[in-house]
């Protein structure tokens, strides 16, 4: 009597042993894939990061405090400070809001479509995007870019001032109009004693602080060391 015998022959055994192998291999491709493109992910975010978190502007020198007058009150009206680029750093974009060109009122222009903010802080305000206007010194390429080894001077306005005259003992300073960012009749003045911080955003790169106090006496020119 004879009994029916099954079995698989060799070459079912290689399909079913290539099937495990190319599945096995489409799985660890897949794993792998993911793995790189994590890691470059993750890789570009580190980047990213430190892109945003190296100082790319420092001073150069003290901050300059110009005061004038709002009727009989003395106030500041006007910041000064040198900034350059720091050694490496890609160039950044310094094309101010506005124009002093000793003409009219300063800041005299419409404001500009700028990559670099500056924003005004003290115990009563915060303004903004202040008006600020830019010209380099030194070695300049001409263009508005501060390169490496380039020197700038920023002008931070908080109020206008009628710039026929020289900067005196009596300068006529008045608020901004309502449609700038500038310090209008609504805010405070910053008068003797005031503590102020002025923070320069560049659009990549640290964000360039500078704290400061008034003296108890102002003159016309207050250098802020």
Known sequence: MYTKQRGITGLETAIILIAFVVVASVFAFTVLSTGVFSSERAKETIFAGLEQTKSSLRPSGSVIAFRGYVGSTEAIFKFSMVVEAVDGAEPIDLTAPYTADGSGTDPDSSVTTNRTSIVYIDDNQILQNV??????????????????????????????????????ANSSVNYMASSTTGLTSSGTLLTPNDQFTVEVQPADGEVLTVRRTLPAA??????LR
């Open 218 to 223: 102002l003159d016309s020119v207050v250098n």
């Open 131 to 168: 008006p600020w206007s830019v010209s380099f010194m030194g070695d300049d390429n001409g263009d508005n870019m501060l390169d490496e080894g380039e020197k700038a001077e920023i002008q931070v306005w908080l109020l206008n001032r009628t710039t026929g005259t020289a900067v005196t």
